[in-house]
Structures are given as structure tokens and as C-alpha cells.
């Protein structure tokens, strides 16, 4: 009978602890194993006064980078991914950013390259995420900063 309670106290205490796991919502970002290609992660502006921007992923369950800036305006945002063998996506996570922002890259297969295009009013962070891998900590966040992009055109 002993024996018995404290088997049912051990799983209980497992339980708990299996519990806690669970509820942590943000999992350590595992670290990239690759060298971003040039230009990755740089935030430049067109002369149309979009900004554009390029993540790159791959076989490492990682943006890169996985935090990034950009002002208020438009965003032309690019993700590569440089995987041989992992299929990832590209969404911002719901009902988390000051506003919603909507477009997505449903599916982006080894090899693959997608564009999405979309414009942000509201200062703030937009938590991202690989809805595959998210549980593994593929996530990341845009910040749109408090002031709108300054032009950059010289003459
Ligand atoms: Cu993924």
C-alpha cells in the first residue's frame, strides 16, 4: 500500500513537472549552424521608400536573424531557405503584434525563396514564427520603431 502512494506521487510529481514544460511559451532559440549569405538581415530601402529585408533559415531550426527593425511603413520582406532537408514556414504569430499583420509564407520547401510584402503602422514588437517549429524555438521578433523611415534619396 506504501509502495503504491508513492508511485502515484512520483507520477503525480512528474506530471507536474511535465506540466511546466509544457506551459513555457518560450523555448530557448536553438543557435544557427550556418553563415548568413551577404546582405542577410541589412534593411535597406528602395527608392519607392519600401523597406526590404531578407531572413534566412535551414536545416537548424533558426531565422537569421531572428530579431530585426524596421521603421513604420512598408516592408518587403524575403526568406530563404538555405535547407537541404527541412520544409519551414513563415507566419506572424497571432494576436501577439500591436497590429495583425496577415500576410504569411505558408510553405517554403528546401532550397525555396518567398516574398511577402505588407505595411505597418503601429511602433511595437511582431512576434514570428515557423508554426512547424515552434515548439523547437523556431521564433523571432520585428520591431517597428517609434519613427517613420527618414528618406534616404541624396539628390
Ligand atoms: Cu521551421
Redo the contacts with the bound molecule.
Sequence with gaps: MTTNRARVLVVAVLLALGLVGCSNRTPATPEATRTPDAGVGEVTTDPEGVQEITLE?GDD?VFTPSTFTVAPGTVRLTVTNVATQ????FMFTADTGPEAITEEIPLLAPGQSQTIEFTVTQPGDYPFE????VA?G?VGTMTVSGAAASPTASG
Design positions: 533559415t531550426y527541412l520544409t519551414h514556414n515557423c508554426t512547424f517549429h523547437l523556431q
